[in-house]
């Protein structure tokens, strides 16, 4: 089995308060003079308390278009990520000349070279590393990147593969712009980073959880719910209401019949590493899934403590169930997130 040696999260380095935040997009989303009460309503209905932002609030009023929001990109994904997956593998007990597979997603901004061959001097990474950028996946990244590693290490037992992400969602929100989407975007997503060890059965050890087995899904005619409108502003967020709806019709058969083939049933699952995609989509996993109270605890404690973080949110919440929850030997655990498709991720764990 894969084992999952080690998770690190950094968060950006300027935090702030909702209310804070609601009043930058207040001033730089809304026309002059506009009523902000329906703003006001929407944040607060977030449930996000707290997020962190790779600028200080001033300065995104100051980016001009996607080349200058795409510059901050880079250097501060290279910055947070050099952290991140310092800190991963230093929990792990390993050096950079260590690893053997380098997994980056972003969905936040696009670097060539990537922001992965940017840290292997910095970090002294062998030059003989494999690296994988991904775009595109967004808020499944984290979920699909963990499997991923887990398909490479059942063909290179001995090896070590990290996953790192690093998403700067404050960076596309558009100025100007006061659909719904956009400042629903403002209202629940945050900056950070996240790396994730994981070793082959060769060289496994430790207390860390075991990937079990994966299961990837699409669902058909979904690629309208969520994603991006590129535009020489930056990325427009493209966020359908119906997003709830769609993780309603589809979530529990998958779930469900991923956990049969393993012999589980969802009350049978310990802990839920589930991705916290704002209040109704986390209402309707709860509601489907007929999960018990508190079975979403660290999940929507992540929420309210550092907003939605796309791809590095669920490795957050697996960071946080790690270190909160200290589950049992042997108990089984269910990693989960959505994103752009519309598509799920399922990766089922054992402690």
């Known amino acids: 089995m894969t084992r999952i040696a080690a998770v690190h999260g950094t968060p950006a380095p300027h935090r702030h308060t909702q209310r804070e935040v609601t009043d930058m997009v207040a001033s730089t989303c809304l026309p002059p003079g506009a009523d902000r009460r329906g703003l006001d309503r929407l944040h607060e209905n977030a449930r996000v308390r707290t997020r962190n932002m790779v600028l200080p609030l001033e300065r995104y009023a100051e980016l001009d278009g996607f080349g200058d929001a795409n510059d901050v990109f880079i250097g501060a994904a290279v910055d947070m990520g050099a952290d991140a997956l310092r800190g991963a593998l230093r929990t792990a007990g390993l050096r950079p000349d260590d690893v053997d597979l380098l997994m980056f997603t ?24 494999k690296r994988l950028p991904v775009f595109g996946l967004g808020c499944v990244a984290g979920a699909a990147g963990v499997a991923r ?5 059942l063909g290179r037992p001995d090896d070590v593969a990290v996953l790192l992400s690093v998403e700067l969602c404050s960076l596309t929100f558009q100025r ?11 209202a629940l997503f945050g900056d950070g980073a996240a790396a994730v060890v994981a070793l082959g059965s060769g060289r496994a050890s430790g207390a860390g959880p075991e990937v079990v087995a994966t299961r990837s899904r699409m669902y058909p005619d979904t690629e309208h719910v969520m994603g991006w409108d590129i535009r020489s502003s930056g990325f427009k967020v493209l966020l359908d209401p119906a997003v709830p709806d769609v993780v309603r019709r589809y979530l529990a058969d998958d779930v ?14 310990a802990h839920w590493v589930c991705h916290p995609g704002g209040p109704k989509v986390l209402e309707a996993v709860s509601e489907v899934l007929s999960l018990p109270d508190g079975a979403l605890d660290v999940t929507w404690r992540s ?11 669920v490795l957050h919440v697996l960071r946080d169930t790690l270190e909160q929850r200290r589950p049992e030997p042997g108990s089984p655990g269910l990693l ?16």
Not at 111 to 123: I, K, N
Not at 256 to 269: C, I, M, T
Not at 303 to 313: I, P, Q, R, T
């Open 106 to 129: 972003s969905v936040t901004g696009v670097a060539a070279p990537s922001v992965d061959a940017r840290l292997v001097g910095r970090l002294g990474l062998r030059p003989d590393v």
């Open 149 to 153: 590693l887990h398909d490479y290490l």
């Open 176 to 186: 100007h712009d006061a659909s719904t989407a956009n400042l629903v975007a403002t």
């Open 256 to 269: 469900r019949e991923f956990l049969a083939e393993h012999g589980l049933k969802p009350k049978d699952v």
């Open 303 to 313: 929420l309210a403590e550092v907003g939605n973080l796309s791809s590095a949110s």
């Open 336 to 351: 989960m997130a959505m994103g752009p498709g519309f598509c799920c991720e399922l990766v089922l764990l054992r402690w």
